[in-house]
């Protein structure tokens, strides 16, 4: 459930960032965090993990309070785990929620493009920052489509493995029957 979003951008144009440095990002997390609430996970693409001389930014963000641990960022596995969470999968009930201060999300989300090279992805654009985020979001609890509620019973299990899986004098028997029946010459 997205129920609080940061996009980090002018509130005039989002199209322009804030131009904050990564500690004072990270204290902006820390400062839009309810007090008490515990952030067990903050996920992120490797960015933050890379090295450039200095601290990396995860380093940082972890001084500052605000571990990050780095998420699966393939962009096929994670489209698709995606779509199937605000799909809903098979039975229709999404996993991925957005609640009404997920603004940028929700105006970004629905105009999504697929990329014509790649169709099982989204088209990458300037402004696909909540689709990462989701994609990356998805991937850390991709959907399983729910157990069947009429599963056979281990005796209606047992029943269709026999059926389907003749005994060797089943398979015997049979040929036997066949062969008496088309008056085999040796008279078996």
């Known amino acids: 459930i997205c129920y609080r979003e940061w996009y980090g951008s002018d509130p005039k144009d989002f199209k ?17 965090t309810e007090s008490g609430e515990n952030i067990g996970l903050t996920v992120t693409d490797n960015l933050p993990f890379q090295r450039r001389g200095g601290p990396t930014i995860a380093e940082v963000f972890d001084k500052c309070g605000v ?5 699966d960022t393939d962009r096929i596995s994670g489209c698709s785990s995606m779509y199937l969470q605000l799909k809903g999968g098979e039975s229709g009930i999404p996993m991925m929620y957005f609640m009404e201060h997920a603004k940028h ?3 970004t989300i629905p105009l999504a ?3 014509p090279k790649q169709i099982e992805v989204y088209a990458q654009s300037n402004d696909d920052h909540c689709l990462d985020a989701c994609k990356i979001a998805a991937k850390i609890r991709e959907y399983v489509s729910p157990v069947p509620i009429n599963l056979p019973s281990e005796a209606e299990r047992i029943h269709n493995s026999i059926i389907a899986r003749p005994t060797w004098d089943q398979v015997m028997k049979t040929h036997f029957t066949k062969v008496r029946r088309d008056n085999d010459p040796y008279g078996i």
């Open 16 to 32: 322009k960032g804030l131009g904050l440095d990564n500690e004072e990002i990270a204290k902006g997390i820390l400062s839009r």
């Open 67 to 71: 571990p990050l641990t780095k998420g």
């Open 105 to 107: 999300c929700i105006r």
């Open 113 to 115: 493009q697929k990329d």
